[in-house]
């Protein structure tokens, strides 16, 4: 089998000429594109480059920016994330508390673990984009998402004790489940195939009011830990791989070494959560799982009477009392950069971080003190006016936030986040075109930022320019491999193509 070299080694761009190739094949891409479009507008080819370059602007000059922008990122010097030049600034802090040595390891421990742990804020949405849902009362069904506040990337996940917090406490929802998806080897008489599968809290059928056609779905002794391993099987899978033979039911193939009992088979419809997934198991797993992996998506089924804003108002009240009962490490991440300001009072850079730590937690009226604090020793910091539009967003003030993105790319002008984060804004006001707009220039400024990839997809789905929605979802699955969403929307995207 041909081993495919590129994408073994796409995360190494640590060279200047494989990000200047990356860079180049990008801003190609889009040339060619307004090539295009003046061709049917009319052109003939030769005239139609010309121009499409003088639109362009400096080709030269952005190509070798983005370049290494490229280069710095391959490196390690993630721009998304400001918290290294901050270290550099806690030194004279971390050495004043060095005489309390369970305070010091302890503040070391939050800054790694803890500020970068997301604080949830609620997005709810149809996870599903042009199909139609197999589903009982599909209208019924909501997907809640947590937003990441350093991007404004609002499809980030859980983990699975944040999953039973939330079940536990909601009235909001019927029920509420949980799934991630992986690949995984099957072996069993019928030969080796490695298969696209989806891992679900034992509920989830009952929450999307799906009935198999064969056999049963998943009990809820299943989802606990130490449980019999058991599997359900998608339609096609049955149909092609075991002849559909009728006693399926009670059989025993093998997923990844593991043993698991066939236990029913789903509808020839049923393609939860996208079509290439093959076969379902429940997640086992209890509330000593981490809490710092966060692989998993929620889908719930509203009660009766509940609306999409009522939602969000009861998630956020019970975030503030899961806030409350894990304000320890918050609180101590907050006086670490107290401690910090005492040192280096005005600092603009830990006042930007300090804003960032507030804008995670939700308490945005804090984050934008802190944040414009910081601006106003310091307005040359690109990133800093990225993170107050941030917050500005998550309190209610789109055209604030808009501006601040604005003010961004006047400091940088290839600012890849205050794009990313400007088309967002464009996009939840329906301004599809702007928004695509947008999110072409960011991934122009860094061809590896996947979620742009995926939000220009989406927005080139909107905008039913579907191939090159198509071109966009492959650059955001290769880009975010585990992404469950980006594999969602190629998936479907081949599909209505015929291009799967």
Known sequence: MAYDFKRAFRLDRTSRAGARDSVHEEL??????????????????????????????????TEAYCA??????????????????????????????????????LVVITLAFGIAANTTIFSVMNPYLFRPLPFGAPDELVQVNQINPTTGWDMDRFSYPQYRDWEERTRAFESLGAYTYSAANVTDREGPEQIQYASLSANMFEVLAAQPTLGRTFRPEEGLSGSEPVVVLSDGLWQRRYAADPDIIGRTITLDGTQRTVVGVMPADFNFPFGGVKLWIPIQADRTSSRTSMPYHLVGR????????????????????????????FGTGLSAYRKALEVRPGDPRVLHALGQMHSRSGAYPLAIQAIRESLSVDAAQPLAWVNLGIALAGNGDPVGARGAYEEALVLNPHEALAHFNLGN????????????????????????????????GRTYIGLERFEDALR?????????????????????????????
């Open 472 to 500: 966009h979802a492959r650059r955001a699955v290769e880009f975010l491999p585990d992404h469950t969403s980006s594999a969602q929307m190629l998936a479907d995207l081949e599909r209505a193509l015929g291009n799967g």
């Open 28 to 61: 190609n891409h889009h040339i060619d594109l307004c090539v295009d479009e003046l061709v049917e507008a009319g052109w003939n080819e030769s005239d139609a480059r010309r121009e499409a370059l003088r639109q362009f602007g400096d080709l030269k000059s």
């Open 302 to 329: 509203l009660n009766t009477g509940w609306t999409v804003e009522q939602v969000k108002v009861e998630l956020g009240q019970i975030q503030t009392e899961l806030g409350a009962r894990d304000a320890g490490d």
């Open 425 to 456: 804004a464009h996009q939840r006001a329906g301004r599809l075109e702007e928004a695509a707009a947008a999110y072409r220039s960011a991934v122009a400024a860094d061809p590896g930022l996947g979620l742009a990839h995926f939000e220009l």
């Open 68 to 105: 290494e922008m490229q280069t710095r990122k391959g490196r390690g010097e993630r721009r998304m994330v400001s918290f290294e030049e901050v270290f550099q600034d806690l030194k004279y802090a971390l050495r004043a508390v060095r005489k309390s040595p369970g305070y010091a390891g």
